[in-house]
């Protein structure tokens, strides 16, 4: 009877097991196969962007390459991301030390406030800047304007990185530093920076993706100018071009080979950090000897 | 007794420590507070002072084009006095829910597969795997569902090439249900990241005793596993809601002229040069998010989603 009651719960763990394994999969493919078909129609010389498939060319790519306005938007695009990247960085990570590391009053509240750009909708903050830019102070919307606004956005998730690596920071190494002679920058230099090195960078690629995919806060704030996303939506409202499949496939390689970076950027560091001990340490052994 | 009166002399000693040396504590606690500086500068100038114009804005007036200070409550009440405009706010919001319990619906089966059923090494690659999307941009994946659902779309020419139809399915896009389609393809990963963080913590263990116990599955999961990850499920539903709920270029894009949502009415007004209507609307969706911000600010675990 009751090897019998195990035998039923073995087969319906089996069939529960199975049936997720197939939900899993079919979210893959529904995750998928929208981008799959973007890349695949930038290959076919459909103009239409649509099946049937009616030969192969790497036609649209040329297009895409050549097309002025799309080398200025990934110019732009660039410069603002690359802008973004530098002030949420430097912010974030200056602003997430005392964030964990101070005794503060109300510290769930600034602790709030310090994420709610990211918090509230998007669409808030570029409509609360543009009428802070553009009526209260009578400036023009430019790049620059284009750049406060995704560093606002940025920056919260900058500091929710640096911050948690930070929270999990034993304070007794910097103690320990200081009690052997370390002065602050020295401290900062050998025992801080290369911990949280990590965090910082992927902060920092975060922050750089975001900016580069960054829509609704672009549209209100950068004026006469096209980012890659402004650019493509004045292109797709009424549809994808293959022009802009192709710009896609190569947009989804480079986020991906960056992506790709910072996966083994850590492993690669310390790769490198073990072959130059190991390289040191023959050195000196032959030295020795 | 001793002991105590050993306590409290070294208590009375460190307190005299510290007031030997008040100018020194002072300094270094402003230099503690220091890198808050830059942030201070930055949310100050360019977060804080936008909002506080903008709700400035919602009880204000545009004439010729002017913004002009008249404190008025009339953007609120036109608002409420044009029927159009009601509907899209009531559409929103249940657009929004659904969506909402679409995407986490289907994200926690998910997220439960992968820390259950798949190997410590196999979990973060396909985690990964979710994430990926991500780094696609925004704007081409809800444009890709054009392509897909579109009348000369992937769907309809094949089903056309099957012969199953002679016209296309024009109910596909250009409505309600398709910018949820597309909402809850958005922010599946959102869900998902955040589920698998918070079931990833949980003590499976407690599970397999409830079962031993005679619970059936559902009602384990239900009264076991659900009270524990509630934070990680309050979490995802916030990530979830509070950005579907200021949306505007999904319905933009695949909502066609039914499925307009709230966002849209914002970017209208503020094209239109209506500011201070745009105001009220956009603060009307922001007093939403901050209220459930504060109902569930205890339950809030960014740091758990984003940490990583």
Do not use: C
């Amino acid at each position: 009877m009751a090897a019998e009651n195990a035998d039923v719960v073995a087969r319906h763990r089996r069939v529960v097991r199975a049936g997720l394994g197939a939900w899993a999969v079919l979210i893959y493919a529904f995750l998928f196969v929208p981008i799959a078909l973007l890349m695949l129609f930038s290959f076919n010389a459909n103009r239409y962007g649509t099946f049937p498939i009616t030969g192969w060319t790497l036609h649209w790519y040329e297009e895409a390459l050549s097309n002025y306005q799309i080398q200025d938007a990934v110019q732009t695009s660039l410069q603002v991301a690359l802008e973004v990247t530098m002030i949420s960085t430097v912010v974030g990570t200056a602003a997430a030390f005392p964030l964990v590391r101070s005794r503060l009053p109300f510290r769930g509240g600034i602790r709030a406030s310090l994420t709610l750009p990211i918090l509230i909708p998007g669409l808030l903050i570029g409509v609360a800047l543009l009428s802070y830019f553009t009526n209260l102070f009578n400036l023009q919307l430019s790049i620059q304007t284009a750049v406060i606004g995704q560093a606002v956005y940025a920056t919260p998730f900058v500091i929710l990185v640096v911050a948690s690596r930070l929270e999990g920071f034993d304070r007794l190494l910097e103690r320990a530093a200081s009690d052997l002679g370390a002065d602050t920058w020295k401290r900062l230099r050998y025992i801080v920076l290369p911990l949280i090195g990590p965090a910082v960078v992927a902060g920092a690629l975060f922050a750089f993706t975001l900016s580069l995919d960054e829509f609704i806060i672009t549209l209100f704030l950068i004026g006469g100018h096209n980012t890659l996303p402004i650019y493509i939506y004045t292109q797709v409202k009424f549809g994808i071009t293959p022009e802009v499949n192709a710009v896609a496939t190569m947009l989804i390689a480079a986020s991906l080979s960056v992506s790709l970076l910072a996966f083994a950027t850590p492993a690669l560091v310390r790769l490198a950090r073990r072959r130059l001990a190991t390289a040191r340490s023959y050195m000196s052994a032959g030295r020795t000897a | 007794m001793t002991s105590s009166a050993g306590q409290a002399e070294a208590v009375v000693r460190g307190a005299g420590a510290i007031r030997a040396r008040p100018r020194a504590v002072l300094t270094s606690r402003l230099g503690e507070y220091a890198g808050f500086g830059p942030v201070l500068l930055l949310f100050g100038g360019f977060f804080f002072a936008p909002l506080v114009l903008i709700v400035a804005y919602s009880f204000w007036q545009v004439i010729d084009y002017n913004v002009v200070q008249n404190w008025t409550l009339d953007n609120y009440r036109y608002f409420l006095s044009v029927p159009t405009y009601v509907r899209t706010f009531i559409a929103t919001l249940w657009m929004t829910a659904l969506a909402t319990v679409l995407t986490i619906g289907i994200a926690f089966p998910f997220a439960y597969w992968l820390t259950r059923y798949v190997s410590r090494s196999w979990q973060r690659p396909l985690l990964l795997l979710v994430i990926i999307p991500f780094w696609t941009s925004y704007l081409l994946r809800v444009a890709s569902w054009i392509t897909i659902l579109g009348e000369g779309g992937v769907v309809n020419r094949t089903l056309e090439a099957l012969g199953l139809i002679h016209q296309p399915l024009s109910f596909l896009l250009y409505n309600r249900w398709a910018v949820i389609f597309v909402l809850v393809y958005l922010y599946f990963p959102f869900a998902a990241l955040t589920l698998f963080s918070a079931l990833e913590r949980f003590d499976w263990n407690q599970l397999k005793a409830a079962m031993d116990l005679g619970a059936p599955p559902l009602t384990a999961i239900w009264r076991i596993m659900l009270p524990q990850i509630r934070p990680g499920v309050i979490t995802a539903v916030i990530f979830v809601f509070i950005p579907i709920l200021g949306e505007y270029l999904t319905p933009q894009l695949v909502g066609g002229v039914d499925g307009v949502m709230i966002g849209n009415l914002v970017v209208n007004f503020f094209v239109g040069a209506q500011y201070t209507r745009g105001a009220a609307i956009a603060l009307l969706i922001t007093a939403i998010a901050v209220a459930m911000l504060i109902l569930f600010r205890r339950s809030l675990v960014l740091e758990q989603v984003y940490g990583r």
